[in-house]
């Protein structure tokens, strides 16, 4: 499988910033997710990014929120902008390595917004 | 729409006992199922997929597809087994989408 590596791996930002986090696979692959993890919650898919095409976004995200960036086939960003307490969440990058395979996680970027 | 639905937040098992982790699901086509750990403090990983009808750390998982249910089980549960699991399905269609569960975490007392 695939080795991920996501960073930062928490921060405290302040209400009306943006924050960028970085994920990196060790091996080329198509299609890179990012998820959030709020609170006591379940994984939500926030958006699929491909390289060299726009991102595709899940319902109740937009790119202006959350613009996502995948220049080549082993990084890919997701921004977390005009932030808000409500966007505290744990944020994770995932990757699939081949059909017929599970998905692979990056250790997640936990988010305070203060 | 495809869902999936773990209905206990916590199940707490004696060390020695067995151990059922229900996950229903809700998709109109074949879906493929997973279930994810989640040990303190490191990341999400895989512990099995349906498709490679594989055993884990001794941890099955069948698809029941009259049921639509994949529960995860464990004859015998030990200490290091406690943990969050997560039932996930991903759609058979060309945009693979998946789907998490709310998760259950498993405590297994000593």
């Known amino acids: 499988s695939a080795v991920i590596s996501q960073k930062p791996s928490r921060d405290i930002c302040q209400r009306g910033t943006s924050l960028t986090i970085q994920c990196q696979v060790d091996?080329?692959?198509?299609?890179m997710f990012w998820y959030r993890q709020q609170p006591g919650q379940s994984l939500t898919l926030i958006a699929t990014?491909?390289?060299?095409?726009?991102?595709?976004?899940e319902s109740g995200f937009v790119i202006d929120k959350f613009p996502i960036s995948r220049p080549n086939l082993t990084f890919s960003t997701l921004t977390v902008s005009n932030m808000s307490p409500e966007d505290s969440s744990i944020y994770l990058c995932?990757?699939?390595?081949?059909?017929?395979?599970?998905?692979?996680f990056g250790s997640g970027t936990r988010l305070t917004v203060v | 729409a495809q869902r999936v639905t773990q209905p206990e937040k916590l199940l707490s098992v004696f060390k020695g006992a067995p151990v059922e982790l229900k996950c229903n699901y809700s998709?109109?086509?074949?879906?493929?199922l997973f279930w994810y750990v989640q040990y303190s403090r490191q990341r999400l990983q895989l512990l099995l997929r349906?498709?490679s009808r594989e055993s884990i750390k001794g941890f099955t998982a069948d698809l029941n597809k009259g049921e639509t249910s994949f529960h995860l089980k464990k004859p015998f549960a030990q200490e290091e087994d406690s943990a969050m699991y997560y039932c996930?399905?991903?759609?058979?269609?060309?945009?693979?989408?998946?789907?998490f569960g709310t998760g259950t975490k498993l405590q297994v007392i000593p």
């Open positions: 995932s990757v699939r390595k081949g059909a017929g395979g599970g998905y692979t």
């Open positions: 091996s080329q692959v198509t299609m």
């Open positions: 996930a399905l991903m759609n058979s269609g060309g945009y693979q989408k998946v789907t």
């Open positions: 998709y109109s086509g074949s879906p493929e």
């Open positions: 990014a491909n390289q060299g095409s726009e991102a595709t976004y």
């Open positions: 349906h498709i």
